[in-house]
């Protein structure tokens, strides 16, 4: 194990790649398409040509060959350009540790075992076929299990891919369906369910006919990630257009935990293409996103169809669309002015954090920030969500709070995730959820110490629902697991306005006493809490 400061070589074999530093030297053999590392005392393990693989392979080098400090660049090794780093082979799937974090070191080293599994390859499949195999995978997040020798040997699963987009398609997603198979015995059995790639686009018991007629109509014109949701879909015809097969994609993507899924996609399905894309552009209109890619709007129009508050009954997509915008309108006409409602505590008065306070607000909001925050107007008017805009310098982003107080999501423009404003939004409104929760259990002033109530055996009485938020707000600070202690009041206060128990702060842990004065449970700050 040497410093990451210091400098290393890579040399081309015959049938790998050597890798050497002052006290590591490892080769990495591809002759038999797989990747078998060789240290300097003569150990060698081997790794399949997958996905998987490689990257074992690639964390192997790097630990042995530059040390255990990841984030310095070793001498010698430039930044690679873009171009340069995805030229071998196509395979800048593969590359994932240096696209999700730039890391100069580990790209090169997976450039060159790339070139050399290529290398081995081409002995076996001739180079102009193998480079129409990576240009037909490049774009669907591609796999070097193209290079493993099952693949090479098969005599049908090339075949397949250069000739179906749907199978180039299957084998590119293989390896996320079976999990991180990374032994070589493992590729023979990633190629033989490759060979079956039409049944990856049909759920159990659904009829596979209306899976194969829609991949013979549309797996060429389709966006990969949609025609891959089909085998969480369970459809009832085929679909008749690509915008049936994103709308329905988008559907299952934003469904919620118990949706009218089936029926909406079987009035999805049964549309004409002209109706659905009427609906789709009128929605978009509606919540201000008319302009925006064609994207924007089918997720905006399947967010729609998912804030559903009632079971399915029409029996035509226009039925249903037409019903829902109603109940989104609604709001806006009611005796409420049009307000939101108000949340059960004040909202946060931390800077650049505002509480949309109307369904104008909330449309102009989705309208800005281009994604389907205007879609929750009408639960933000019934008071299940609590919507707010947050700016942080030049950063912007919207937030869902639930009644329960659970921060639901948090977006920037166009749905982007992990701006500056985003991360201030969890800063500032998870603490306030919690909040929320102990709030949302009984109004404020409710008494929380019935008669007649035990003696204090030590501690302040906790006798409203306002003192049982005021003992979590003083611990928000310094209490570890919030979430639990938040949990705790909250059950103990539900039980409190009921009469069947006491609860008394008792400075570094809160008591639950029972009628006879006994302590029943205590909260200690840190999260601990158990039965007395």
Same mark, same amino acid.
């Given at each position: 194990?040497?410093? #990451?400061?210091?400098?290393?070589?890579?040399?081309? &074999?015959?049938?790998?790649?050597?890798?050497?530093?002052?006290?590591?030297?490892?080769?990495?053999?591809?002759?038999?398409?797989?990747?078998?590392?060789?240290?300097?005392?003569?150990?060698?393990?081997?790794?399949?040509?997958?996905?998987?693989? *490689?990257?074992?392979?690639?964390?192997?080098?790097?630990?042995?060959?530059?040390?255990?400090?990841?984030?310095?660049?070793?001498?010698?090794?430039?930044?690679?350009?873009? /171009?340069?780093?995805?030229?071998?082979?196509?395979?800048?799937?593969?590359?994932? @540790?240096?696209?999700?974090?730039?890391?100069?070191?580990?790209?090169?080293?997976?450039? =060159?075992?790339?070139?050399?599994?290529?290398?081995?390859?081409?002995?076996?499949?001739?180079?102009?076929?193998?480079?129409?195999?990576?240009?037909?995978?490049?774009?669907?997040?591609?796999? !070097?299990?193209?290079?493993?020798?099952?693949?090479?040997?098969?005599?049908?699963?090339?075949? @397949?891919? =250069?000739?179906?987009?749907?199978?180039?398609?299957?084998?590119?997603?293989?390896?996320?369906?079976?999990?991180?198979?990374?032994?070589?015995?493992?590729?023979? *059995?990633?190629?033989?369910?490759?060979?079956?790639?039409?049944?990856?686009?049909? !759920?159990?018991?659904?009829?596979?006919?209306?899976?194969?007629?829609?991949?013979?109509?549309?797996?060429?014109?389709?966006? !990969?990630?949609? &025609?891959?949701?089909?085998?969480?879909?369970?459809?009832?015809?085929?679909?008749? #257009?690509?915008?049936?097969?994103?709308?329905?994609?988008?559907?299952?993507?934003?469904?919620?935990?118990? $949706? @009218? &899924?089936?029926?909406? =996609?079987?009035?999805?399905?049964?549309?004409?293409?002209?109706?659905?894309?009427?609906?789709?552009?009128?929605?978009?209109?509606?919540?201000?996103?008319?302009? $925006?890619?064609?994207?924007?709007?089918?997720?905006?129009?399947?967010?729609?169809?998912?804030?559903?508050?009632?079971?399915?009954?029409?029996?035509?997509?226009?039925?249903?669309?037409?019903?829902?915008?109603?109940?989104?309108?609604?709001?806006?006409?009611?005796?409420?002015?049009?307000?939101?409602?108000?949340?059960?505590?004040?909202?946060?008065?931390?800077?650049?954090?505002?509480?949309?306070?109307?369904?104008?607000?909330? =449309?102009?909001?989705?309208?800005?920030?281009?994604?389907?925050?205007?879609?929750?107007?009408?639960?933000?008017?019934?008071?299940?969500?609590?919507?707010?805009?947050?700016?942080?310098?030049?950063?912007?982003?919207?937030?869902?709070?639930?009644?329960?107080?659970?921060?639901?999501?948090?977006?920037?423009?166009?749905n982007a995730r992990g701006n500056a404003a985003?991360?201030?939004?969890?800063?500032?409104?998870?603490?306030?959820?919690?909040?929320?929760?102990?709030?949302?259990?009984? !109004?404020?002033?409710?008494?929380?110490?019935?008669?007649?109530?035990?003696?204090?055996?030590?501690?302040e009485p906790l006798a409203t629902s306002d003192?049982?938020?005021?003992? &979590?707000?003083?611990? *928000?600070? #310094? $209490?570890?697991?919030?979430?639990?202690?938040? #949990?705790?009041?909250?059950?103990?206060?539900?039980?409190?306005?009921?009469?069947?128990?006491?609860?008394?702060?008792?400075?570094?842990?809160?008591?639950?006493?029972?009628?006879?004065?006994?302590?029943?449970?205590?909260?200690?700050? /840190?999260?601990?809490?158990? @039965?007395?």
């Amino acid at each position: 194990m040497i410093s #990451s400061a210091q400098a290393w070589s890579a040399s081309e &074999l015959k049938d790998g790649v050597r890798f050497a530093a002052e006290d590591a030297i490892l080769e990495v053999c591809t002759a038999a398409h797989t990747l078998r590392v060789t240290g300097r005392r003569g150990r060698s393990t081997e790794h399949a040509a997958t996905r998987s693989g *490689l990257r074992a392979v690639v964390t192997y080098v790097a630990r042995a060959v530059r040390g255990t400090r990841p984030c310095e660049r070793p001498v010698g090794v430039p930044v690679l350009p873009q /171009g340069e780093l995805f030229g071998v082979g196509g395979f800048h799937a593969v590359a994932l @540790d240096a696209a999700a974090a730039p890391d100069p070191f580990r790209a090169e080293v997976t450039r =060159l075992l790339l070139a050399a599994l290529r290398r081995s390859a081409e002995r076996v499949r001739p180079a102009a076929e193998l480079t129409l195999l990576d240009e037909r995978l490049r774009l669907l997040d591609a796999t !070097p299990l193209l290079y493993a020798a099952p693949f090479l040997h098969h005599p049908f699963v090339a075949r @397949d891919v =250069l000739k179906h987009r749907a199978a180039a398609v299957a084998l590119a997603q293989v390896e996320r369906t079976l999990g991180a198979w990374d032994r070589p015995e493992h590729t023979a *059995l990633l190629v033989d369910r490759a060979a079956l790639w039409p049944s990856f686009f049909a !759920p159990p018991g659904n009829a596979a006919r209306a899976v194969r007629k829609t991949l013979a109509l549309l797996a060429e014109v389709a966006d !990969p990630e949609d &025609l891959w949701v089909l085998r969480s879909v369970p459809l009832g015809r085929p679909l008749r #257009s690509a915008l049936h097969l994103q709308a329905v994609a988008e559907r299952v993507r934003v469904r919620r935990p118990a $949706d @009218d &899924l089936e029926a909406q =996609l079987r009035l999805v399905e049964e549309a004409p293409e002209d109706e659905l894309a009427e609906l789709v552009c009128r929605v978009a209109v509606v919540f201000g996103v008319g302009a $925006d890619p064609p994207a924007v709007q089918v997720h905006v129009f399947a967010e729609l169809l998912a804030n559903a508050e009632r079971p399915t009954t029409a029996r035509k997509l226009r039925q249903l669309v037409r019903a829902l915008m109603l109940d989104h309108m609604r709001p806006r006409l009611s005796a409420r002015g049009g307000l939101t409602a108000p949340p059960p505590i004040p909202p946060p008065t931390a800077p650049g954090v505002r509480f949309l306070a109307s369904v104008d607000a909330v =449309l102009c909001e989705g309208q800005e920030m281009h994604h389907c925050i205007g879609t929750r107007a009408a639960a933000a008017s019934r008071g299940d969500a609590f919507l707010f805009h947050v700016e942080r310098g030049q950063e912007r982003a919207s937030a869902e709070v639930a009644r329960d107080g659970e921060l639901v999501e948090v977006s920037g423009p166009c749905n982007a995730r992990g701006n500056a404003a985003c991360r201030y939004a969890r800063q500032v409104l998870e603490p306030w959820g919690l909040l929320v929760r102990v709030a949302g259990v009984a !109004p404020a002033g409710t008494c929380a110490w019935l008669a007649p109530a035990p003696l204090v055996p030590r501690g302040e009485p906790l006798a409203t629902s306002d003192a049982f938020i005021d003992a &979590l707000r003083a611990r *928000l600070a #310094s $209490d570890e697991d919030a979430h639990a202690l938040a #949990s705790w009041l909250a059950e103990r206060l539900r039980q409190a306005v009921a009469g069947g128990c006491w609860v008394v702060d008792a400075g570094h842990e809160l008591l639950a006493l029972g009628p006879d004065g006994g302590v029943r449970d205590v909260m200690r700050v /840190g999260g601990a809490h158990g @039965d007395s």
